[in-house]
């Protein structure tokens, strides 16, 4: 059980376009989602907080204008780059935690490699 | 915020041989340590967690001891494996406080020596 799963698994844009991640908790409900941002062999860097049917809470110095983020479901979050820049290039992780009382752990997609032409 | 500091960044260790990875946190209202181990291009995959309630914990050869009043954990591998080549990273977080994000080490490249 716990499996989180993320779509596309890698994606190649131009400079200019958007593009949108998708994160998916397949077997449970997850009232929070994270959504994490890793440089090559960097950590994991957070960029926000997604709750179910609330605004997403931004990490201090990320663009919520430019990294737009919806929990529309308790399932589903989604992570829209707007206008990417090659800069933007990263692995970009979610997770998400179950709803259920008393668990700690957070669970982590497969993570989508973002190229940015 | 919560900041932890991870070491070393890099451990080569021989093959049967013990590692150790150690981090501190800043935050004393952090009660939950977890650690990831990430291999290339993949997600990161928890391995053991740790509650302040607890001093250690044991999951056949992965270790983790935590030491709260100088706010520190590690973990330890023992028996190492070629398969336990891969990026470690600890994280603390305030969990059931209603802000339960992670904060990240910086990772340790751990290298197994056949």
């Known amino acids: 059980g716990a499996v989180v799963s993320q779509h596309p698994s890698w994606v190649i844009c131009k400079s200019g376009t958007s593009v949108k991640i998708e994160c998916r908790s397949l077997?449970?409900?997850?009232?929070?989602m994270f959504w994490y941002r890793q440089f090559p062999k960097q950590s994991l860097m957070l960029m926000a907080t997604?709750?179910?049917?609330?605004?997403?809470?931004?990490e201090q110095g990320v663009e919520k204008d430019k990294f737009l983020i919806n929990h529309a479901s308790l399932t589903l979050s989604t992570l829209t780059v707007t206008s990417a820049h090659p800069e933007d290039s990263s692995f970009y992780i979610c997770?998400?935690?179950?709803?259920?009382?008393?668990?700690?752990?957070?669970?982590f997609g497969p993570g989508t490699r973002l190229t940015v032409l | 915020g919560e900041n932890v500091e991870q070491h070393p960044s890099t451990l080569s260790v021989q093959e049967g041989d013990s590692a150790v990875i150690k981090c501190t946190y800043s935050?004393?209202?952090?009660?939950?340590f977890p650690w990831y181990k990430q291999e290339l291009g993949k997600r990161p995959q928890l391995i053991i967690d740790?509650?302040?309630?607890?001093g250690e914990k044991k999951d056949q050869r992965i270790a983790v001891t935590l030491n709260k009043t100088a706010k520190h954990f590690s973990l330890h591998i023992t028996e190492t494996q070629p398969e336990d080549s891969a990026v470690y990273f600890c994280?603390?977080?305030?969990?059931?406080?209603?802000?339960?994000?992670?904060?990240f080490g910086t990772g340790t490249r751990l290298t197994i020596i056949p």
């Open positions: 994280a603390a977080s305030r969990a059931n406080f209603g802000n339960e994000k992670l904060t």
């Open positions: 997604s709750n179910e049917g609330s605004k997403a809470t931004y």
């Open positions: 997770s998400a935690k179950p709803g259920t009382s008393g668990r700690d752990e957070q669970f």
């Open positions: 077997d449970f409900q997850a009232t929070t």
């Open positions: 935050d004393s209202a952090s009660n939950y």
């Open positions: 740790i509650r302040s309630n607890v």
